[in-house]
T-cell receptor
Framework: GENVEQHPSTLSVQEGDSAVIKCTYS??????FPWYKQELGKRPQLIID?????GEKKDQRIAVTLNKTAKHFSLHITETQPEDSAVYFC?????????FGSGTQLTVLP | DGGITQSPKYLFRKEGQNVTLSCEQN?????MYWYRQDPGQGLRLIYY???????QKGDIAEGYSVSREKKESFPLTVTSAQKNPTAFYLC????????????FGPGTRLTVL
């Protein structure tokens, strides 16, 4: 099946700094690359996604970059705020399944 | 909240008992998924269904069963064969041919006593 690796598993940054999380996948047929945010005890929610015909997408402080040749995509959060503290998951679409990365616990320190 | 609901929110079960978790969606989505999440861990796929009356095993299907008799409903049964059922269970749906975004239910926290 699809192999998805997410790094780092934990990330602490000072408020106002940037955070970058990387997701590596194995299926070259993947064509949809989302990032989900999960707050403690809550359901995951989509925060940004990108398709394979686009290299970068930005939405205010959040951006996703895709490198299909290297089979990885990254989440970038700029000017981090305390409310950005959560677990972030990548979930590259592969065939009929939607495998999730193992998650990154982001902590924004005041 | 995305039109997908799960019940109950909390569920307690004695060892050796089967229990069924409900998942209902009114989004007219074709595909539905069940995930298990353990503390501090990612989401692991249990079962998924692309269409009514059809479903496939995910990575950790042993000890679980599902049915998909209606498009709106995808119940998950945790059987007594599941060795460590205590976990947070999440149901999700996707509109086939649509945006590919997964919409999640609020989850059911199952505790085996």
């Amino acid at each position: 099946g699809e192999n998805v690796e997410q790094h780092p598993s934990t990330l602490s940054v000072q408020e106002g700094d940037s955070a970058v999380i990387k997701c590596t996948y194995s299926d070259s047929a993947s064509n949809y690359f989302p990032w989900y945010k999960q707050e403690l005890g809550k359901r995951p929610q989509l925060i940004i996604d990108i398709r394979s015909n686009v290299g970068e997408k930005k939405d205010q402080r959040i951006a996703v970059t895709l490198n299909k040749t290297a089979k990885h995509f990254s989440l970038h959060i700029t000017e981090t705020q305390p409310e950005d503290s959560a677990v972030y998951f990548c979930a590259p679409r592969s065939a009929r399944q939607l495998p999730f990365g193992s998650g990154t616990q982001l902590t924004v320190l005041p | 909240d995305g039109g997908i609901t799960q019940s109950p929110k909390y569920l307690f079960r004695k060892e050796g008992q089967n229990v069924t978790l409900s998942c209902e969606q009114n989004l007219n989505h074709d595909a539905m998924y069940w995930y298990r999440q353990d503390p501090g861990q990612g989401l692991r796929l249990i079962y998924y269904s692309q269409i009514v009356n059809d479903f496939q095993k995910g990575d950790i299907a042993e000890g679980y069963s599902v049915s998909r008799e209606k498009k709106e409903s995808f119940p998950l049964t945790v059987t007594s064969a599941q060795k460590n059922p205590t976990a947070f269970y999440l149901c999700a749906s996707v509109r086939t041919g649509g945006s590919d975004e997964q919409f999640f239910g609020p989850g059911t926290r199952l505790t085996v006593l």
